[in-house]
């Protein structure tokens, strides 16, 4: 949370190419010296150090996306990058049951040490490819040919109704201003809040699997279907949303698959409804999650230094949610969880008002625009020019 904001306003103004590599290695270092850590105040500093390098990237890659996409193509290409958590979580189960349980003892260490010096490596790893094949912005990617950067720069400005986020007086500090006297920023403040806390479960699926397992190792393989069905659903989610303009029910779509699930998880002992019930509630609040990062980045496209703040303040209050989300799923209340299932049921009926509330908002504003086009237009007609056609307006 600290970082979130500076750390996204910092991209904003320099090269993605150094800035997001930086931030991948400086999450990398602490991860994989985690096993030399040998007290609680030491693990509590590792972890802090970690959480610092990590804050700023969902914005960070957030914003990078939305600054070479256009609007129909955001949501897809969103999917791909923000589905890669659930992904990571298909391939996970397997490998944390393959470490977990045949890696402790070895040279002396406990499988969880070696857990983190595999994860770290492997982003050390990534870090540095990085740094050679991300682009930076539309306007300054050095492999570009001349003709490339302007079709790139072109193509951004004309989805965005003529707003050039690259073309901007504003300081940082003042974009970040900016992003807060907006309503839109607020709004999806408490969007993300509420999808975030209707996530809660993540963190606990293995206890909330345990339950319908034989086995430690059952538990980390079933997860890997769950994951793989919510990814593939972030992808079809993300496709149509671009495909046909919408973001309002592409949210509200999902979640309430999420609802359904959630019901089928906290009523019954069938395992079969149990689990099918986790898989739904996979497939909808990730899903419900990539269109409204990608909807926030449609209904503000610049400059970049506003949006880049928009998309921190939101994310970093949506983190907040991890303050309490952990006392949702209590032990005593195993194995049907009623009360986090309940919590979880009432952060997806907040999420639907709130996507509600925001469509109404653009509704306005749009009806605002075209009030003063119409006035414009009757002035032109008058004097004799043709009217001008219909321009830019807020998307849904």
Known sequence: MLTQLPGALILSKYRPRIVIPIMMLGWSIPTILFP?????????????????????????????????YVKEELPF?????????????????????????????????????????????LSIFVAI????????????????????????????????????????????????????KDWFTWQFMLLHFFLISAQSFKDFLPSILRTMSTSTLMTYLLQSPCYLLGYLSILGFGYTSGRFKDSVWHVVGPILLSAVGTV????????GVRYTGVCFLIMGVFSGLNIQVSWSTQLVPGPRHKKAALLAIANTF?????????????????????????????????????VLWTRWYVISLNKKLDIAEAEK????????????????????
């Not at 490339?148 to 974009?175: C, I, N, P, W």
């Not at 237009?377 to 849904?396: D, F, H, M, T, V």
């Open 36 to 68: 030399l850590v040998r007290s609680p105040a030491g693990f509590a500093c590792a972890r802090l150090a970690v959480g610092l390098a990590e804050g700023p990237f969902l914005p960070a890659v957030a914003l990078m996306t939305s600054s070479w």
């Open 77 to 121: 290409r969103m999917a791909i990058w923000h589905g890669a958590q659930t992904i990571s979580n298909v391939l996970g189960g397997p490998f944390a049951a393959a470490v977990l349980e045949n890696m402790d003892g070895i040279n002396g260490m406990h499988a969880w040490e070696w857990f983190m010096i595999i994860e770290g490596a």
């Open 129 to 180: 490819i990085a740094y050679f094949l991300l682009p930076n912005w539309a306007n300054n990617t050095p492999w570009l040919k001349p003709e490339e950067t302007e079709m790139a720069q072109y193509r951004l400005v004309l989805s965005a109704g003529g707003h050039d986020e690259a073309k901007s007086d504003l300081t940082v500090f003042q974009g970040a201003k900016l992003a807060a």
């Open 264 to 271: 089928m998880l906290i009523t019954t002992l069938n395992v």
């Open 318 to 354: 949506g983190t907040a949610s991890h303050w309490f989300t952990p006392y949702f799923f209590l032990r005593n209340q195993a194995p049907l969880y009623r009360f986090g299932g309940g919590l979880i049921l009432v952060s997806i009926g907040l999420t639907i008002a709130t």
């Open 377 to 396: 237009n009757a002035e032109r007609i008058q004097s004799g020019l043709e009217p001008k056609e219909k321009g830019w307006r807020y998307p849904l």
